[in-house]
Each structure stands twice: as C-alpha cells, then as structure tokens.
C-alpha cells in the first residue's frame, strides 16, 4: 500500500516539473495545439521513469542493502533541485528547464512567459520531441530512485503519463490566461513532495 502511493506520489511530482513548462507554452500556442503537446509530453514522460524504475530494480540487486539508502538520496538532491528552481524562479515566470536539450524549442519560440503574448507558434513535432525529453532527463532519475525501492514499471508509466496529460492541458490553459505564478508554486510542492518520500524512506532504514 505505501510502495503505491508513493509511486502515486512519483507521478505527481513528474506532472509538476511538465505543468510548469506548460505554463510557459501555453502563452505562445494556439488552443488546437493542447492535445498535441499533451500527447507527446504524456508518451515520452510516462516512459522515461518506468524505464528508469527497470534499471533501479536490477541495480537494487546489486547495491543490496545499501539501495534504501542510496534511493533515499538520489530523491532528496531531486527535491532540493525543484526547491532550488522554485527559489529562483520571479513571480510570473516559469523557469526554464536546466536540461539542454529542451533548450531547442525554447529557441525558437523566443522568450516566452511575458513577450509576443498575441503571437501563437504551432510547436514543431520535432521541438516537442526534443523539448519532452528535455524534461524527462531527471524523470529517468527520479524512476531510478523508485526502482530501487521495488515498484511495478508499469504501474509509474500509466500513472505519470496520466497525470502529466491532465497538468499539460492545465498548465497551457493557465498559460493563455497568464496565471504563470502558478508554476513556482507547482516546482515548490513537487520538491517538498519529494522530501516527504525520502523521509519516509530514511525512517524504515534506520
């Protein structure tokens, strides 16, 4: 029962990072865009930490004892990463993504959160390509973390991407209306979310 909700948790936390960037984009696409992006964001972000949960499963075997210890870690610098993105991030602004190949629609689209507000840009599959796997970089880690833990693959893959489609469509809505503040506070709670796992986690190993 706690292995599912934490991987409920998980799939939050994933949707969180998303809905943030979503925000961002939603200023500059067009309304018949959102399942589009929604689309892509949810294949590529319920694949990635599943993928990342099957490598942490077989390493948990090889670490033994010590992958409580390590997942707990791996899950603590993640959070205290969004802590820190949330931190920096101004009132109205989305911060921009620290993984370089989501960087490639972002050049193209220009400055998002506040300039061109009445130009809307059609998202190039590739760029949304691209921009998904930008973003699930540290989801692969975060499902890593997880992996070590146990967990069903599958289980975290259905849920993230579900939950990442439903955030996706939120944060571009949010977006057009220019309710950008939204996405500090989504960064906030994905890392404090985190935090509360790993602290979970550290208290059954001691």
């Given at each position: 029962m706690i292995l599912h909700l934490q991987m409920v948790i998980a799939a939050l936390v994933i949707s969180m990072d998303t809905f943030a960037v979503a925000l961002a984009l939603g200023t500059r696409t067009q309304k018949g865009d959102r399942q589009r992006i929604a689309v892509a964001f949810a294949l590529l972000g319920g694949a990635t930490p599943a993928a990342g949960l099957l490598v942490g499963q077989v390493m948990s075997g090889w670490i033994g004892t010590a992958a409580g210890w390590l997942s707990a870690g791996i899950l603590i610098l993640l959070a205290l990463w969004l802590l820190e993105q949330a931190r920096e991030s101004q009132p109205g602004r989305v911060p921009p993504p620290a993984q370089p190949l989501s960087s490639t629609?972002?050049?193209?689209?220009?400055?998002?959160?506040?300039?061109?507000?009445?130009?809307?840009?059609?998202?190039?599959?590739?760029?949304?390509?691209?921009?998904?796997?930008?973003?699930?970089?540290?989801?692969?880690?975060?499902?890593?973390?997880?992996?070590?833990?146990?967990?069903?693959?599958?289980?975290?893959?259905?849920?993230?991407?579900?939950?990442?489609?439903?955030?996706?469509?939120?944060?571009?809505?949010?977006?057009?209306?220019?309710?950008?503040r939204f996405g500090r506070w989504a960064l906030a709670g994905a890392g404090v979310l985190l935090l509360v796992v790993a602290v979970g986690i550290l208290i059954g190993e001691v």
């Open positions: 629609l972002r050049e193209e689209l220009g400055p998002l959160p506040n300039e061109g507000r009445g130009i809307r840009f059609r998202p190039p599959v590739t760029g949304l390509v691209l921009m998904s796997l930008g973003l699930s970089l540290d989801n692969v880690l975060l499902g890593f973390g997880f992996g070590l833990r146990g967990g069903g693959a599958l289980l975290l893959g259905v849920l993230a991407g579900l939950f990442i489609f439903a955030s996706t469509h939120l944060g571009l809505h949010l977006g057009r209306l220019g309710r950008l």
